[in-house]
Nanobody, 119 residues
Framework: QVRLVESGGGLVQPGGSLRLSCAGSGSIFSFNVMGWYRQAPGKQRELVAD???????TYADSVKGRFTISRDGRVNAVHLHMRSLKPEDTAVYYCDARGKYYYDEYDYWGQGTQVTVSS
């Protein structure tokens, strides 16, 4: 059974930094795409950043220049280094792994980790 486990969330002051990590287990293959989504209260879940197994990266406009995503494909892990955090970055952050293995598509989610940016 595939599991994604996030860590690194917490409370930080505006302008501060946090690093989120997500470790995948139970998979016999490297995930095609790993990424981070977030959901703030009363809002829809949105893409923050994702990275393919080939290293192609996509960022949401709101985080470009402040967040950096990286992954270790050998162990199906993905990280999100967040800098210059703003109160509007407050949300539950979810790790996602998706793609296709032979003919089967997959989309796995972690349980989420809370990030709160407040003074």
């Amino acid at each position: 059974q595939v599991r994604l486990v996030e860590s690194g969330g917490g409370l930080v002051q505006p302008g501060g930094s946090l690093r989120l990590s997500c470790a995948g287990s139970g998979s016999i293959f490297s995930f095609n795409v790993m990424g981070w989504y977030r959901q703030a209260p009363g809002k829809q879940r949105e893409l923050v950043a994702d990275i393919t197994s080939g290293g192609t990266i996509t960022y949401a406009d709101s985080v470009k220049g402040r967040f950096t995503i990286s992954r270790d494909g050998r162990v199906n892990a993905v990280h999100l280094h967040m800098r210059s955090l703003k109160p509007e970055d407050t949300a539950v952050y979810y790790c996602d792994a998706r793609g296709k293995y032979y003919y089967d598509e997959y989309d796995y989610w972690g349980q989420g980790t809370q990030v709160t940016v407040s003074s």
